[in-house]
């Protein structure tokens, strides 16, 4: 009994490190970038409208490699933008109005999708969108991104 408790206790720590850490403010993201040693993605999408935004969370942000590669290096926000009223109510009044906010400072010329890249102080590194690749290519593509510095790659 005793090691069938300390294996489950083993499988929960292991499972609680490979999580992605997934936030909705940009506030949080920044903390826990600093305390991590993280990048955070922001993400910006419209979930039921954008085939591109729809592709890149099939195809990429919701597959394992890049999950993998996600809760080691990043911290995820995601401001989603649906247009139909059924997913608009998915998300809070209030969320809508910070994701709206996001929107102003980091997407003002409305590109979906976008993935903005910042460091720990929120200050721009890169920007990119969906790319027809595989979920682990796109994983070292922005890992590339974010080593190499470069702004306004889109």
Not at 4 to 20: E, Y
Not at 60 to 65: A, G, W
Not at 95 to 110: R, S, T, V
Not at 115 to 138: C, F, H, P, Q, R
């Amino acid at each position: 009994m005793k090691k069938l408790s300390t294996l489950a206790l083993f499988l929960i720590g292991f499972s609680a490190v490979a999580q992605i850490t997934s936030v909705t403010n940009l506030n949080e993201a920044k903390s826990i970038a600093t305390l991590e040693n993280k990048t955070i993605m922001i993400v910006f999408s419209g979930s039921d409208w954008c085939v591109p935004c729809m592709r890149l969370e099939k195809e990429i942000l919701s597959q394992p490699e890049f999950e993998n590669f996600e809760a080691k290096k990043i911290v995820l926000l995601k401001a989603d933008f649906p247009t139909r009223s059924k997913n608009k109510k998915l998300i809070s009044q209030a969320q809508q109005d910070y994701n709206a906010k996001l929107f102003e400072k980091y997407n003002p010329k409305g590109i979906f999708p976008l993935v903005v890249l910042l460091n720990s102080d929120a200050k721009v590194i890169a920007e990119t969108g969906y790319k027809n690749m595989s979920s682990g290519a796109y994983a070292s593509y922005i890992n590339d991104l974010v080593a190499s510095k470069d702004t306004q790659v889109y």
